[in-house]
Every structure is written in structure tokens, then in C-alpha cells.
């Protein structure tokens, strides 16, 4: 057991340093649009301002909607421990629920528990645990809510019902989808109602049914305040049926691959990787040994596939009815996260040669992903002569220095929402994400009557095949005119 403790902390310390490494040097720190919009909310609560940005247009809410309030609420709250920016806060916060992710395994898999851990080095985790996404804590609450669920029917103590209750409410807070968590619980309770075991079915659908409550108010003033659910109009996707299924083909293709998130580089190698340790360590008994299993050892891996389908199921479903990202690690990590934990789950109950063999497989296969997700790419960051983090940090600063206080702001640097909560940023309507191209005129329109010292775009090329034509001639026409264009 100690040895398994040393062999937590070194997986743990080789994944910090890896996100600390990544955060410093990749150009924009690891950050997205949606990671300026955490950060930006997090500025926001850290000052005092509650969930509205600031707002210089009557008509327009800046109310914080498009997401749960959960994940800036964690980075404000480890920002203010640690005293760090919200930019480290974020990465801060991502090695934290690694270690929470640790614990947990370490509590569920004893002395095996370092062999499971180093799925952590799969390229999808490797990748997520490297961005400021609320993917990260999702991750973590899918891990909890399987655990509590477990300790729940192994031991019908109340606690871990609690347990049950807090992980659904927590993965509602980090992503919409994440009221999954309550219907889970639910379906527990149906475990329990064919057993006839009263009382514990009513403790499930209680402990299911009050997030749902939560989740049902919180929806409710999300709409009060932004006159939608979600904070933003979701239109249908643009993919035809034929495309959807090519487009999630090689989505769940590229999740296969342990060595990369695509489903073009390195594949081939993912998958003879997989084949060779199969045929070098794997014999039809061990197989075997897995599908002659005593009853109770089901639990554990069976709770991570039901939670991985559900989510899978959930994730198609919507991406069916609505236009958003498309297939990917971000949207099928936590599927990927649970089958990976399904199938250690499942080895891991195995005794004797059996567990030899396949703990054999796991060590090969992923200690090859560490060495090309963590080894292979620090060196390749390290050396990099690409501008790291602190110098397009920098760079935006100055950049904005030109932009007056309280002004609004288009085709914004990421970074600027979180370096000038002072400006509001109007995103131009763009397709595919909105139901129409927006002109110049309408933006406008759209921004009119304001009290902003001055309405900005910000002067960049832009992608025509998205945008206006009338948006593409004013920038064609004021290339050379500087860093912004002023239009109002």
C-alpha cells in the first residue's frame, strides 16, 4: 500500500509539472474562447460584480448564462486562496482535481491503483487537464458520482447518499449536461425498487430529485435574467445526417487513438500498440477470466459503463438537435474517461496471473502514451520558437492599451476578456454558430443606443466563409489604419 502511495505521487508529480510546463509555454496558455469567458466571470466575481459583465448596452445582457457559474466560481475561490491571477488559478484548480481524481481511485483500487492512474497519460486526458475547460472538474464529478454510488450499494450508509446528492449537483454546476448525474441516481434507485429494498430506493430518488430541483431554479433564472434557458439562442446543426454520423465516426475514432486527439496522426501506431501488448501479454484464459467474474465484482466496472453510456447517449442527442463544437476530446472525453475506467475497472478485479497479465498491458500501453503525450511534447514545447504565454500576454496588454476604458469591442483577442473587464466584447453573429451572417449595419443597430466611450473592431483578417461580406470589406479597406477600427 505504501508502494502504491509513492507510485500516485510520482504519476501525480509528472502530470503537474507537465500542466505547469504546458501552461507556460504553448502561445496562448492553453485558453480558448470559452476559457477567456471563464476567466473573464471569474475577474467579475473576484471584484465584487456578481454574474453580469459589464454592460454598456441596454438591450444586450452580459448575464453569465451560456455556461453553469460553477467553474469560474472555482477558479475565483483558487485565486483568492492562493493569491494567484485567475489565469493560474485555472491550472492551479486542474492539478487540484487531479489529485482529487487520485484520491478517489486510490480508494476505489487499493494497491492496483497506480496501474489505473496512468490513464491519466492517454492524449485525451494528457490534452484536457492541459486547457481551462470546465471539462476538467466534469471529469472529476463523473469519477465522484461513481464512487459514492458504489460505496452507497456496498454499504447503505447515508453518507455516501450525500455523496451521491453534492457529485450530481456539482457536475450540473460545471455543464448543463451534467444533470445526467441526477438521472443516474435515478436509475440506481430502479436497482433498488426490483430488489425490494424500500428505503434506499426512496434515499436515491430523493437524492436524485433535489438537483433536479436545483438545477430547475437555476435554469428558471437564467431565463429571467437573459429571456433564455442557456443565455443563448441554439440553432439546428448544420451537418446533414450522413455528415453527423462521418463527423461522430471519427470523433469516437480519434478517442481510440492513446498517442494523439486525431483520428489522422499516429492511429495506426495507437492501434498496433494496442494489438502487439494484446498478443505479447494477453492469452484466451485472461480474456476469459474477465467474462467468469463473481457477481459482486460487476459493480464497480459496470457503474463506470452505465455513467460513460448515459453520457454518450446524452452528448449525441443533443449535438443532434443542436449546432455546437463538433465531435471531439472535448466532447467525448468524459465517455472516453469512463470507458477507460470501465475497462482498468475491470481488470483490476482479476487475481493471480490474470491481473499480472493485464496490469502488464496497461503498464505497457500507457507508459508509451507518457513518453509521446508528456515526455515527447514537453520537449517539443520546450523548444518551441514560437512567443510562450507571458509574451502574448504582454503583447495584448499593450495592444489594448489604445482601446479607451468602458468602450465595446469586436472581434476581441481571447485574452483581452479577462485583462479588460472594463470592455464589453459583442460577439458579430457568424455562421455556423448563428442562425445568420450579421452586416455591419446590424451590428451596429444591434449596439445602438449605448453609454460606451466608443464602439471597436478589432483589426484583424477574419474568416470570410463565416462573416458578412460587408464585415470582410471594412477590414480589406482598413488594413493599414492600425490595431482597431472605430465605427460608431
Not at 499480472?356 to 523548444?383: H, I, Q
Not at 465595446?408 to 451572417?437: C, G, M, S, W
Request: hydrophobic share 50%.
Amino acid at each position: 500500500m505504501k508502494s502504491a502511495n509513492v507510485w500516485l505521487v510520482v504519476i501525480f508529480g509528472i502530470m503537474s509539472c507537465f500542466i505547469v510546463i504546458q501552461s507556460v509555454e504553448h502561445p496562448d496558455g492553453y485558453l480558448t474562447s470559452d476559457s477567456a469567458h471563464y476567466l473573464q466571470m471569474a475577474e467579475n466575481l473576484l471584484a465584487g460584480d456578481g454574474m453580469e459583465t459589464a454592460s454598456y448596452v441596454p438591450d444586450i445582457s452580459t448575464y453569465f448564462a451560456t455556461w453553469p457559474i460553477g467553474y469560474p466560481v472555482l477558479i475565483a475561490g483558487v485565486s483568492l486562496v492562493t493569491f494567484s491571477d485567475v489565469f493560474w488559478a485555472s491550472k492551479i484548480l486542474n492539478i487540484i482535481l487531479l489529485a482529487l481524481s487520485l484520491l478517489l481511485i486510490r480508494l476505489l483500487f487499493k494497491d492496483k491503483a497506480p496501474f489505473v492512474a496512468l490513464i491519466f497519460f492517454v492524449s485525451t486526458f494528457t490534452t484536457l487537464f492541459s486547457y481551462t475547460w470546465s471539462e476538467v472538474p466534469f471529469l472529476f464529478g463523473l469519477l465522484w458520482l461513481v464512487y459514492s454510488i458504489v460505496r452507497y450499494v456496498e454499504t447503505n450508509r447515508i453518507g455516501f447518499a450525500w455523496q451521491m446528492l453534492f457529485a450530481a449537483t456539482f457536475l450540473f454546476f460545471m455543464r448543463y449536461i451534467g444533470l445526467i448525474g441526477a438521472g443516474i441516481i435515478g436509475l440506481v434507485g430502479f436497482y433498488f425498487l426490483f430488489r425490494k429494498q424500500w428505503k434506499n430506493m426512496l434515499i436515491c430518488w430523493i437524492a436524485g430529485t433535489i438537483p433536479i430541483v436545483i438545477a430547475g431554479v437555476y435554469l428558471v433564472l437564467n431565463h429571467l435574467n437573459t429571456g433564455l434557458m442557456t443565455g443563448m439562442e441554439r440553432i439546428p446543426r448544420a451537418e446533414t445526417a450522413s455528415e453527423f454520423v462521418t463527423m461522430l465516426w471519427r470523433g469516437i475514432l480519434a478517442e481510440v487513438n492513446v498517442l494523439a486527439t486525431s483520428s489522422q496522426v499516429y492511429i495506426n501506431e495507437s492501434l498496433i500498440l494496442l494489438v502487439v501488448a494484446l498478443l505479447l501479454f494477453i492469452r484466451p484464459r485472461h480474456i476469459k477470466a474477465l467474462f467468469t467474474l463473481d457477481k459482486e465484482k460487476w459493480l464497480l466496472p459496470g457503474m463506470f459503463l452505465l455513467v460513460g453510456i448515459v453520457y454518450f447517449t446524452a452528448i449525441v442527442y443533443m449535438r443532434w438537435g443542436a449546432h455546437f463544437d463538433p465531435f471531439n476530446y472535448r466532447l467525448l472525453g468524459p465517455a472516453t474517461f469512463m470507458a477507460w475506467l470501465f475497462l482498468a475497472s475491470w481488470f483490476a478485479q482479476t487475481n493471480g496471473d490474470g491481473w499480472k497479465r493485464w496490469r502488464l498491458f496497461l503498464f505497457v500501453v500507457l507508459g508509451v502514451a507518457l513518453v509521446m503525450n508528456v515526455g515527447y511534447r514537453t520537449y517539443t514545447s520546450v523548444l518551441s520558437p514560437s512567443p510562450d504565454y507571458a509574451d502574448t500576454k504582454n503583447k495584448v496588454t499593450a495592444l489594448y492599451e489604445e482601446v479607451p476604458e468602458e468602450s465595446i469591442v469586436a472581434f476581441e483577442n481571447i485574452h483581452a476578456r479577462y485583462l479588460r473587464t472594463d470592455l464589453q466584447f459583442i460577439k458579430v453573429h457568424f455562421q455556423p454558430y448563428f442562425a445568420t451572417k450579421e452586416t455591419v449595419d446590424e451590428f451596429l443597430e444591434r449596439v445602438t443606443p449605448n453609454n460606451a466611450a466608443g464602439v471597436y473592431l478589432e483589426n484583424h483578417p477574419i474568416r470570410e466563409d463565416r462573416y458578412h461580406e460587408s464585415f470582410v470589406e471594412l477590414i480589406d479597406a482598413n488594413k493599414d489604419d492600425g490595431n482597431f477600427i472605430q465605427i460608431d
